[in-house]
């Protein structure tokens, strides 16, 4: 049956009650059944990828929101396998200003002069340790470390942490977090 002639149908059957609905009930066939297998895909959500970043945007959310002192400015390794991926690094830049942060001695001097000069705010290195993934692609373990760079936090270290980020029928979650210690 097409699309736009449920809303009319919808309507027949209330007003025509039990014994419509039930002659109703009784009709099929293979159109019928691919209708309800559609309707069925739609109702149970969006489907994940597996090459969908989601999983790691959701963890560094995570990881920044929990840390303690709470950040309120972000460094991300630039150029290194440790640098936070794209929808990771939105996520950082969507929290408070944030920064790359070079393996450069004197780059990193200068970026904590600069975050200095801005003023004494926690400021945290995200570090991106790695992500796996299992159960076909449904379930990506992401890990994150970090620490402190500048001001009176200088140095202190965040443990390092795994999320578990697993999809389901509503789309990508964080299912459960572990720390693993040292950054």
């Known amino acids: 049956m097409p699309r736009a002639s449920r809303p009319v149908l919808a309507t027949l059957l209330t007003a025509a009650g039990p014994s419509l609905l039930l002659l109703a009930a009784c009709g099929g066939g293979a159109a019928a059944d691919r209708e309800k297998a559609a309707d069925a ?23 920044i929101t929990k840390a303690e002192p709470l950040p309120k400015r972000f460094l991300s390794a630039a150029g290194t396998d440790s640098a936070v991926p794209d929808d990771g690094f939105k996520v950082l830049q969507d929290k408070g200003p944030t920064y790359f942060y070079s393996s450069d001695t004197v780059a990193q ?41 500048g001001g009176d936090d200088n140095g202190k270290v965040s443990p390092t942490k795994s999320y578990d980020v697993r999809c389901d029928t509503t789309g990508w979650k964080v299912a459960a ?4 210690g040292g950054a």
């Not at 975050?115 to 995200?126: I, Q, R």
């Open 41 to 63: 895909k739609v109702a149970a959500g969006p489907s994940c990828v597996s090459t969908d970043s989601t999983p790691v945007g959701l963890a560094v959310l995570d990881f």
């Open 177 to 180: 977090s572990k720390a693993e």
């Open 109 to 149: 001097r200068k970026i904590r002069e600069k975050l200095e000069e801005v003023g004494p705010y926690p400021s945290m290195l995200v570090v991106f340790r790695g992500k796996t993934e299992a159960d076909n692609g449904n379930t990506v373990t992401v890990r994150l470390g970090g620490h402190y760079v």
